[in-house]
């Protein structure tokens, strides 16, 4: 009997140390530049949910910038992107690196409207951080609102 619960507690102690490796090795995985240019997105659509547009606006890149100023911005926002512009929650689903070193960030955002939105978010290292050049946006495949 006392054998027999050494073998056990041996084989516990060794599935627990498997999993202990890959845990780690899972947290090794997880990408600085990802979770940061996340942060980006959601302090960005935190500052819409506040009609902060012009804190939301400093988390452009250059190019957008450029193509628009800071009224012009909101405008475009509010205009174009009402679950963005005013949103209740965000999730970060996924991402993909594209081969220039920008992020592509697959974000679901439920509007303050009901509705939920798929949206891609364009990233780039700008300034020593990431900035959103861009993002592209539809209904949610599995949204019933």
């Known amino acids: 009997m006392v054998g027999t ?3 056990w ?21 997880v990408d600085p530049d990802v979770e940061a240019a996340g942060r980006v997105v959601l302090q960005q659509l935190d500052a819409f949910r506040h009609d902060d547009f012009t804190t939301a606006y400093t988390f452009a890149s250059a190019y957008i910038r450029q193509m628009f100023d800071r ?7 509010r205009g174009g992107y009402p679950e963005i512009a005013r949103s209740s929650s965000a999730t970060v689903d996924g991402h993909r690196r594209g081969d ?18 798929e949206a891609v978010y364009d990233l ?14 539809r209904p949610d495949s599995g949204d019933t609102a």
């Open 9 to 29: 507690l041996v084989a516990l102690l060794l599935g627990g140390l498997a999993l202990v490796r890959v845990a780690g090795a899972l947290a090794q995985t």
């Open 5 to 7: 619960s050494r073998g």
């Open 71 to 77: 009224a012009s911005f909101e405008k475009m926002v």
């Open 100 to 117: 220039a070193g920008e992020i592509y960030l697959f974000v679901r955002v439920r509007g303050s409207n009901g509705r939920t939105i």
């Open 124 to 137: 780039v290292p700008e300034g020593g951080g990431w900035r959103i050049n861009g993002v592209v946006a």
